[in-house]
């Protein structure tokens, strides 16, 4: 099989696996103990949490905190849920939350169930457009660094900027950046382990030095007391094993997916591409032909794992909210596919891929 769906989940580094199999040991290994305990297990398990917890701030903007979580949906909660007193309303309720129309539903979905909430609009290009004012009611702005559709760079400096000129806080959902590029500053950032290499069931939430959240989570206290639970030493060992590993190829990592991005624009020559050219993460190729028939190419193609949309919506038959957003007709949406590559991508994968897919599309009649 052929992996070509790197938003949706990476694969597990080996430098992780290894970094994890250590907390998985049983009694002879002992290597299970609660980082949570007084005694020498606990406090040898909490010392490998707070050794991940080094390894993942390195990749954040100095100034700031770690808090692990289960995943970027709850750092996202966390965040949102967290920050509800901020900038109250005259009236006594509580202030809007502005987003841009192209956020992963973890962020409007929860920004939607907060109450007031605005969508900003997005350009054509698929970035989110920095003209507009914020509404005077905002009280948080969420605008993603990369989109996991698209892969569109946002300007997420300049929405940091309107944000503290309007007295709002700032939310980065930088799922699909981390560990691929420099993150941008924000007052909150939301990460996943999963999409770095490391393993599912962990992500992070970081907290700019000075911002204090409201309990969100309540129970034993851990994690400054904001988000109690009993840690995995092997979830936080892989994610910090597999961040480490990121901020060391980050750069190499780069010019790998920078040659794949160049070749597979050249064996998808004929294809439109959606969203910016210029302003993307080149390891997301989202791309479509006038009439094709996704689900019959998805079917042809079984050895290719890609993807007809954001996975997280994969099976819900509506258009992709992002495609619409960026002026795409229902039919165009349909259309599309995206394509994901990185670290451990060859050039025979995407090559033997490619053909496969375009080979799908001319039985279509859509190729030529």
């Not at 930088?174 to 691929?180: D, E, H, I, L, R």
Request: proline share 3%.
């Amino acid at each position: 099989m052929i992996y070509l769906d790197y938003q949706a989940t990476t694969p597990l580094a080996p430098e992780a696996r290894d970094a994890m199999l250590r907390w998985l040991d049983g009694p002879d290994g002992a290597g299970f103990g609660n980082p949570h305990s007084p005694h020498r297990m606990g406090r040898q398990a909490a010392a490998a949490i707070e050794l991940a917890r080094d390894r993942v701030a390195a990749l954040f903007p100095a100034g700031g905190k770690v808090i692990f979580t289960s995943g970027a949906t709850e750092a996202v909660n966390l965040a949102m849920r967290g920050t509800r007193s901020h900038r109250s309303g005259s009236d006594g309720g509580e202030g809007a939350i502005s987003v841009s129309a192209i956020e992963h539903a973890a962020v409007l979905d929860t920004a939607k169930s907060l109450g007031r909430c605005h969508e900003l609009n997005v350009a054509k290009n698929g970035q989110c457009n920095t003209k507009q004012d914020l509404p005077a009611d905002t009280r948080l702005v969420a605008v993603m660094q990369v989109n996991n559709e698209i892969g569109t760079i946002q300007p997420t400096v300049d929405w940091h900027r309107k944000a503290k000129e309007s007295n709002a806080l700032y939310l980065c959902d930088v799922v699909q950046a981390f560990g691929k590029m420099e993150v941008t500053g924000a007052d909150m950032i939301a990460v996943s382990a999963h999409k770095l290499h490391g393993p599912k069931g962990i992500g992070a939430l970081w907290i700019r030095n000075g911002l204090e959240l409201d309990e969100v989570q309540t129970g034993g206290g851990q994690e400054s007391g904001l988000r109690s639970g009993t840690l995995s030493p092997a979830l936080c060992a892989g994610f910090g094993a597999a961040a480490h590993e990121a901020k060391e190829r980050m750069s190499a990592d780069m010019d790998h997916v920078e040659k794949l991005w160049t070749r597979a624009r050249d064996l998808f020559d004929g294809w439109d591409i959606n969203g910016s050219e210029e302003a993307r993460y080149r390891g997301n190729l989202n791309i479509r032909r006038k009439g094709l028939d996704v689900n019959r190419l998805m079917s042809e193609c079984r050895t290719v794992m890609f993807s007809a949309g954001s996975a997280c919506a994969s099976g819900s038959g509506r258009p992709s909210h992002v495609l619409k957003a960026i002026g795409l007709s229902d039919k165009q949406a349909k259309n599309s596919i995206r394509l994901g590559f990185g670290r451990y991508t060859t050039m025979d994968d995407l090559e033997a891929a490619a053909k496969q897919i375009n080979d799908a599309a001319r039985s279509q009649g859509v190729l030529q």
